[in-house]
């Protein structure tokens, strides 16, 4: 199904008017040809403007009003007839019906939703439509920038650890005819494909750096993660939903990750993890700076020539420094005043 986008149909300020006029003549007739029969004459403008009283309400049907980034898809007799794009009055056939089978589907998404509650409008309520008036939702198509925030899912990443994750995604119709006809409800259609493509880029990733893991599929270990990878991992998803969503003529501008947490049965022991990996870092440090210290003391010592200690006494003395350096209280020293042997 190919767009076509009618562009010669701005004159229903024009319609309006003359539809207007030929009311109010009408009118002028039907007293005139009343008058008319009454004085013996012929009752030809009489019945031409009963006919045009009672038929004349027709032209109005085909008036359309469409509003900036709003589109509608015209239908005659089921057969596609063409789409109306951009704000303006239009004038098409009163026998075209508008299509939207997505008119009533509210997700949580902008444009859908008004403090939790589903908008209803004057012309929600009373949208008039090909033969008459229609109840029903509103049938035209938003072409702005709308932003699809599905619930957060639980997925297991590479490792197995189940983590919780949702998503935002920036979106927009491009093509009307493709959103109407190629699938049944472009909304649900978007949503379904959101999900599918969250499921398949979060399973190649752990949540965390884990070694020995591939997430670019060029077979070398690298340190992609959910966590410090986000721009990537979020880039991914928005073209696994493009390339699903391009026969429902969607466009997919932009894609990011607005909750990442572990799944709540293992939170807990996944920060007493964390909390583990941090505190074995620190004490590495720690380590390390007190060697670095303990060398450095021994090596003033022999070069200033202070005092003279033999291995056991080195021993010793790495000993009690490392203790004292590396200890998570305060040293409490004891001062030995007798002889050094």
Known sequence: MKEKVLTDKK?????????????????????????????????????????????????????????????????????YVGTLKGDGFYFVNPFCSSVNPAANTHLHQSGDVDNGEKKQTLSMALNINAGGAEIGGNKKLSLKIMTLNNNRQKINDCLGNPVEIGIAVMWRVVDTAKAVFNVDNYKEYLSLQCDTALRNIVRIYPYDVAPNVDTTGDGIADEGSLRGSSEVVAERIKNEIQQKVEEAGLEVLEARITYLAYAPEIAAVMLQRQQASAVIDARKMIVDGAVGMVEMALDRLNESGVVELDEERKAAMVSNLLVVLCGNRDAQPIVNSGSLY
């Open 11 to 79: 004159n229903g300020m024009a319609v309006l008017i003359l539809t207007t006029l030929l009311y109010l003549a009408a009118i002028a007739g039907t007293i005139f040809g009343a008058i008319m029969v009454g004085e013996g004459r012929t009752p030809v403008l009489l019945i031409i403007s009963i006919i045009w009283l009672c038929l004349g309400w027709i032209p109005f049907c085909g008036l359309r009003v469409l509003k900036p980034q709003e589109a509608l898809v015209l239908t005659l007799f089921g057969n």
